[in-house]
């Protein structure tokens, strides 16, 4: 990665920071990923060779420009979800300024009636949105995996009640690897090969 990009991220992670110290409804909220969990993420995916991502929470595009960036040495692309405009507005941004905006297609709207309608197959996807949808969302999308698919969703230390119910249905796939890693707020990784 050149400084410019690091530099790039380095801003939309402050920025976020101090909109998140401000803001008073979580909505307006950034909520970025931690950088430790950006690096893992990056580090999987380049490794994996995946090519076709999907990812729920754009946020200002800090984990997409992560991903888009881990994504390009394979040729890939990332389909991002959010159901804030005004979110996606500064997101498209962000990517322009990143040159990895003919990477990205983002989609506004809620994640599960997005998802119905998306062909696949994903080889990677990224949750970090809703937590509360990610069993529904899982649920949809199965069949729109590939066969060699991995699954990250963040937040499983931060938020155990909340992710209980995914983590339960991802260990219950007999086709799945899965495990917990204690980094930043907690990523659960599933991986099928």
């Known amino acids: 990665m050149d400084q410019r990009l690091r530099e790039l991220l380095r801003e939309i992670e402050n920025r976020g920071r101090e909109n998140d110290a401000h803001a008073t409804e979580r909505p307006r909220m950034m909520l970025n990923l931690d950088p430790a969990s950006a690096q893992l993420i990056s580090i999987l995916v380049r490794a994996s060779g995946v090519?076709?991502?999907?990812?729920?929470?754009?946020?200002?595009?800090?984990?997409?420009?992560?991903?888009?960036?881990?994504?390009?040495?394979?040729?890939?692309?990332?389909v991002s979800i959010?159901?804030?405009?005004?979110?996606?507005a500064l997101a498209r941004e962000n990517l322009r300024r990143a040159n990895l905006l003919d990477r990205v297609e983002l989609r506004t709207g809620d994640a599960t009636e997005i998802v119905r309608d998306l062909s696949g197959p994903?080889?990677?996807?990224?949750?970090?949105a809703d937590r509360r949808k990610?069993?529904?969302?899982?649920?949809i999308l199965l069949p729109k995996l590939a066969q060699k698919v991995l699954v990250i969703a963040d937040n499983v230390?931060?938020?155990?009640e909340e992710i209980a119910e995914y983590l339960k249905l991802v260990s219950s796939l007999a086709d799945f690897q899965h495990t917990t890693v204690p980094v930043g707020k907690g990523?659960?990784?599933a991986y099928r090969g």
């Open 51 to 78: 090519t076709r991502a999907l990812e729920f929470g754009t946020s200002n595009a800090y984990s997409t420009i992560w991903l888009a960036w881990s994504l390009a040495p394979a040729g890939g692309h990332i």
């Open 82 to 88: 959010d159901r804030n405009p005004d979110k996606h």
């Open 122 to 128: 994903f080889d990677l996807v990224f949750l970090d």
């Open 134 to 139: 990610f069993t529904e969302v899982m649920e």
């Open 157 to 160: 230390l931060s938020h155990p």
């Open 187 to 189: 990523l659960s990784i």
